[in-house]
């Protein structure tokens, strides 16, 4: 990794929001809006398909990659490594919207030139707890704009990498990372 993961100064973290009241896109097999749900209560051990996005955001001088360890307290796979963030579209935000709305929500920065590069991405994966993450959830990256100082509840360390490093690493110790990460990583030739 090109520098030392970033301890969060407390001062400087993004607001944390109240997750109690968003909602999520629920869809059928072929992506088509099916109703809502509680983005608090939709991950279970049979979470249902809805609508999420990922986005690597690199860094505009250097062409890093900031990759995140997810905090401690999340429910699902706990201080993984994984890309920069991720999200839900709320019920009537696009996807570009909400990437711009969550890179502030959980790392305190904004983004520009945000580009769909997986827009057909999907995947489900069970975490050690069970729960279980089940998405169709484009792929998008983004141009840094400032440094992240990302909230507490989300993000546990962040560090900028260069993407050979990133897959090396992603490579040699996969269970050290979101397994999203590494699938988004093999469809994303460009990373």
Known sequence: MKSEPQALPQQETAPSRDVHDELVVLVDEAGNSIGTYPKARVHTKETPLHLAFSCHVTHPETGDILVTRRALAKATWPGVWTNSFCGHPAPGETP???VARRAFQELGMQVAEVTSILPDFRYRAVDASGIVENEICPVFTAVAVGEPHPSRDEVAEWVWIAPAE?????????FAWSPWLGWQLAAWPGA
Do not use: H, M, Q, T
């Not at 990133?166 to 996969?174: F, H, I, K, N």
């Open 166 to 174: 990133l897959r090396a690493a992603v490579a040699a110790a996969p």
């Open 96 to 98: 570009r919207e909400a």
